[in-house]
């Protein structure tokens, strides 16, 4: 029996390495001579340095720089064993949690601190930078990704502008001169799992401007900052960047990217599973692939992990007869809904009514419990199909 396992990370609980292996012993419990092979995966979100890291067979190397209020802080970004892929994680430096102990300041918030990890990633070497794009406490355009990388940002006087993107309304000029010498020699690569445009009513300001602390005048404001900004970088590089869809992810950071370096916008789900490794597993087969997450529900299967790897699955015609099986914290989502996306069944690891605080104290042992149940169940029916009748909502 061979079973591939692609487990995403449980917030507050296990790691993606370490999920996967809780699963992978629940396998092995009720088939000792399975051949389990576990992949770290990740949807280009939070946690997908330390995915991919793992999967390259490395680890996250650390570097002081500021949060997005400024303050000095350490963050990670991960490279590949012959130093020619980096990764960075907007929410390492720039992130939400960075500045949860102190009142969010939506006008002032930066990437900054961002720009310099991907400075640090040319510094060593990377001929390919993925910067991953969720978590982020910011709406400054990725201006401060560009001050990072060495660029200027000058109001009317010469004078550089203060970070954050409430600053771009007295933006006149974008100096490139000093730009990092490596910064357009490589490949950069955007994990982007939202199609927002940068200004208006569906862009970085009003949809994601409030849950960073913006109040409905910030809003205005940063919207109108962030229009100039898009004014000054077409003015720059004749790049418009304003009808992009995905531009408003993380309050506009691939803005700077996408006009500057000519970064890519990608879904991050299928680049992150491609870099783990996941699609050459599969071409080997298997009858069983695990996979999860915290929280299964309707966004599980709209670009998230477990829709990645039930397409991957689907797309190996070596796997045509495999169970894929979800395994999380909670299910939140119909059995009906799940077939539609190629998954068979979903397991929540809860053994009965259960407080937050005991299912993620005892994630392990609950993961590998119901991987061996699952694991058990397939190898006694001799193959998938029974797996779709057992469809289970807890």
Request: charged fraction near 20%; glycine fraction near 14%; include cysteine.
């Amino acid at each position: 029996m061979r079973v591939v396992v692609a487990v995403d990370s449980f917030k507050g609980s296990l790691s993606t390495r370490e999920a996967g292996e809780a699963a992978a012993a629940g396998v092995r419990a009720a088939v000792p001579d399975a051949d389990v092979v576990v992949v770290p995966v990740a949807d280009g979100g939070e946690g997908t340095a330390e995915c991919l890291a793992d999967a390259w067979g490395t680890s996250l190397r650390t570097l002081t720089t500021t949060d997005a209020l400024g303050r000095p802080c350490a963050a990670t970004w991960g490279r590949s064993a012959d130093g020619a892929r980096a990764v960075v994680e907007i929410a390492s430096a720039s992130g939400l949690p960075g500045v949860q102990d102190v009142p969010l300041r939506a006008r002032e918030a930066s990437t900054l601190g961002t720009g310099a990890l991907l400075a640090a990633a040319l510094d060593a070497g990377a001929r390919e930078v993925l910067l991953c794009l969720g978590g982020s406490a910011t709406t400054d355009g990725g201006a401060g990704l560009l001050v990072g990388l060495g660029a200027r940002l000058l109001d009317a006087d010469g004078q550089d502008l203060p970070p954050g993107g409430g600053a771009l309304a007295r933006l006149a000029r974008l100096d490139l001169s000093g730009l990092h010498p490596r910064a357009g020699e490589v490949r950069w690569r955007l994990a982007c799992d939202v199609t927002n445009p940068l200004l208006g009513p569906g862009g970085a300001a009003a949809v994601y401007g409030p849950q960073k602390g913006a109040g409905t005048r910030d809003v205005e404001v940063l919207d109108a900052c962030l229009a100039r900004w898009a004014a000054v970088l077409q003015e720059t590089t004749g790049v418009d960047v304003t009808g992009l869809p995905g531009v408003g992810a993380a309050g506009g950071a691939p803005a700077a990217l996408v006009a500057v370096l000519d970064a890519g916008l990608e879904a991050g789900a299928p680049l992150v599973l491609a870099e783990a490794g996941l699609p050459q597993q599969l071409s080997r087969g298997a009858d069983l692939v695990l996979t999860g997450e915290g929280s299964c529900d309707d966004q599980s299967v709209q670009g998230k992990v477990v829709d990645g790897v039930a397409r991957a699955v689907r797309e190996e015609s070596a796997c045509a007869a495999a169970a894929v099986v979800v395994l999380a914290g909670r299910v939140a989502i119909s059995p009906a809904r799940l077939a539609e996306a190629g998954v068979d069944a979903a397991f929540s690891i809860a053994p009965g009514p259960s407080e937050l605080v005991d299912l993620q104290r005892d994630a392990a042992r609950l993961l590998a419990d119901v991987a061996e149940r699952v694991t058990r169940l397939v190898s006694r029916a001799g193959g998938s199909p029974a797996v779709r009748d057992v469809q289970h909502e807890a």
